[in-house]
C-alpha cells in the first residue's frame, strides 16, 4: 500500500501544477480584457478615428508585451511610415464642381460634392466634422480667391495625420456657401438662420468663426446689418479671411456646414429660429417688451401702431405726400390708430428693431427694408407695393417678402402691382431687358384703392387685439435663453 502511494504522488503534483497554471492563465485574460476595456473608453469617438484609436491601443500593449528598449523599433519606423503616407495621400478637391454647375440647389451641389448631407426631421441639411459620416475626418480647406471658387479646394484629413503646413483652427466654425449673398438682408438671413436651428438643438454651440462662401469664391465680411443680427446672436462675429500664412491649408478641429439655406427646415423649426432672433436682436438693443401689444387708450380701446417705412431712389413712391395722407386719414377714422412715418435709410440697426418691434401694421415698397419684419410680434401685418412690370416679369423673386412673413410669424396682406408706368419698356415684353427697365421704378398710387385696402387691414387688426386682450399669453420655453 506505502509503494502504490508513493508511485501516485508525482502524478498528482503534476495535475496540481497545471491546474493553478490554468488558473494564472485565466486570470491574465480577464485582467488583459479589463485593461482593454478602460483603455478604449478612453477615447473620445469624434476626437479620434476607430482606426486610430485600435492602432494607438495595440501599439502599446504590443511594447509592454515585448518589453521594447528606449531605441526606435522596427515598428516604431513602420508607424510613421504610415502616419506621412497617409499625410502625402490627402486629396484635395474643387470647392465648386463644375459638373453641377447648372443643378447646384437640386439633389446634389456644386459646394463638397463628393459628400452627402445628413438630414434630420425638421431641421436644414448640414455637414458636420469630425462625426462618424466623415470616419473621424477634420475638414481642411485650401485657398482664397475672390473670383473662381474651381481654385479653392476641401479635404479630410485623419487629426494625426494632417497636411504639411497645416494652420489649425481651435474651437467650432460655421462653414457657409449661398447661392446668393451675405449684404442682402433678405438672402443674408437665410443664409444664417441654419446655423441658429443647428445651435438651438445642440446645447446653443456658439462659433469660434464664420467661413463664408458664395459658389465657393470666398467672402471675407458680411453685410453690416447681418452681422449685427449674428453679433446679437452669438456675441463677437469673426468672419476667417485665410490671411494667417500661406495658401493653407486650414484644418478645424470642429465645423458644420450648410450650403443649402433654409433647405428642408420645416415651418415649426423656422418659426422658433425667426422667434429666437427676435429676441436676441431686441435685447441686444436694449428694448424691454414687457406691456407690449397691450396697450389701451383712455377707453380701455387697444391701440393699433401702424408704420410707412419709407425708400428714397429706386422703388421709392412717386408721390409720397399723397399716400402718407390716404393712410393718415384710414387711421384717424379708426380712433386707437397711431402713425408713424420712416425713412429707411435714416436708421441704424437698433433703431429698426425698435421701430418694428412697436409696430402693428408696415406698409412699404417691395425692397430689402421689409426684412426687418421679422422684428415685429407674430401675427403682425404686412403690406407691399412694387412698381410696373414686376406682376408681369419678375418671376417668384417678388414672392421673397410673402416668404419672410410665413418664416417669421407674420400676415402677409397682400401686394399692390402699379399697372403705369413713367415709360414704357421698349423692349419685347419677353426680352429680359424689359424686367430691368421696369424693375428700379417709381410706384405710383391709387386712392380708392389704398383707402379700402388700408381700411380693410385696420379692421382685421383691431379685432384681432380685442380677441387678445381677453387671453393670457403663455411663456414659451427654448433651447436657448433668451
Known sequence: MEVETGRNAPTKRKSSFYSIKLIICVFVLFLFVILFQAETSSFDSYSLSPTASSWAFFKKWKGLALKANHGPSHSDIT???????????????????????????????????????????????????????????????????????????????WPESLPDKTLFMKGLTFVSDSYYDYVNLWHGVCAMAPFVGWSTKNECLRPTRWVLYHWGELRNSMGKWLQNLMQATYGEVLVEGFDKGDVGPYCFEKAIVMRHNLGNMGKEKKLEVFDLLRCKARGFCGINQAGRGREVNERGEPIIRLTLLMRRGSRSFRNASAVTDIFARECARVGVCLLQVIQSEDLTFCDQVKVMSNTDIVA?????????????????????????????????GQYAHHWMADLSGMKHQGAWWDPNGEKECPFPKEDPECFTFYKDGKIGHNVTFFAEWARRVLKQVRISKLEQANKSIPLKSSACIC
Not at 89 to 118: C, H, I, Q, Y
Open 364 to 396: 412699404s415698397p417691395h425692397g430689402a427694408q421689409l426684412t426687418n419684419m421679422l422684428f415685429m410680434d407674430r401675427n403682425s401685418s404686412i403690406m407691399e407695393f412694387f412698381p410696373k412690370g414686376w406682376l408681369e416679369l419678375a418671376g417668384l
Open 79 to 157: 508607424d510613421s511610415t504610415i502616419i506621412s503616407k497617409l499625410r502625402e495621400s490627402v486629396t484635395f478637391l474643387p470647392l465648386k464642381d463644375l459638373r453641377f454647375s447648372e443643378t447646384a440647389m437640386s439633389g446634389n451641389t456644386w459646394f463638397m460634392s463628393s459628400l452627402n448631407d445628413t438630414y434630420e426631421e425638421n431641421e436644414a441639411e448640414y455637414l458636420y466634422f469630425p462625426s462618424k459620416a466623415s470616419k473621424g475626418r477634420l475638414l481642411c480647406i485650401k485657398g482664397r480667391d475672390v473670383r473662381d471658387g474651381t481654385k479653392n479646394s476641401y479635404a479630410l484629413a
